[in-house]
């Protein structure tokens, strides 16, 4: 099992940057890639960007440039994903996920969601 726990959101005018984090712990050595998501007001959930263990990352097109996501495997116990948002718009608006995949494939496992605002 892994569990994952997000902070970092909030309420920021168009323009402005927040952090996002994700610290996973539990069975954190079956972790493949770790990512997030967002799910806007009445849509459905998107990718937003994802980094692998080997630190290979992938971006949605709306992002690009602007988010940077990032992973820190350094403790035994716990590992944390990052994401950078800069130059932040009102369409970012959206709860946004942690996810993380187990190696295979074989279990999916989702954090409660944070909410960012953007304000124009």
């Known amino acids: 099992q892994v569990q994952l726990v997000e902070s970092g959101g909030g309420l920021v005018q168009a323009g402005g940057s927040l952090r996002l984090s994700c610290a996973a712990s539990g069975s954190i050595s079956s972790i493949n890639a770790m990512g997030w998501y967002r799910q806007p007001p009445g849509k459905q959930r998107e990718l937003v960007a994802t980094i692998t263990s080997a630190g290979s990352t992938n971006y949605a097109d709306p992002v690009k440039g602007r988010f940077t996501i990032s992973r820190d495997n350094a403790k035994n116990t716990e590992n944390t994903v990052y994401l950078q948002m800069n130059s932040l718009k009102p369409e970012d608006t959206a709860v946004y996920y942690c996810?993380?995949?187990?190696?295979?494939?074989?279990?999916?496992?989702w954090g409660q969601g944070t909410q960012v605002t953007v304000s124009s």
């Open positions: 996810n993380a995949v187990v190696w295979g494939g074989l279990a999916n496992y």
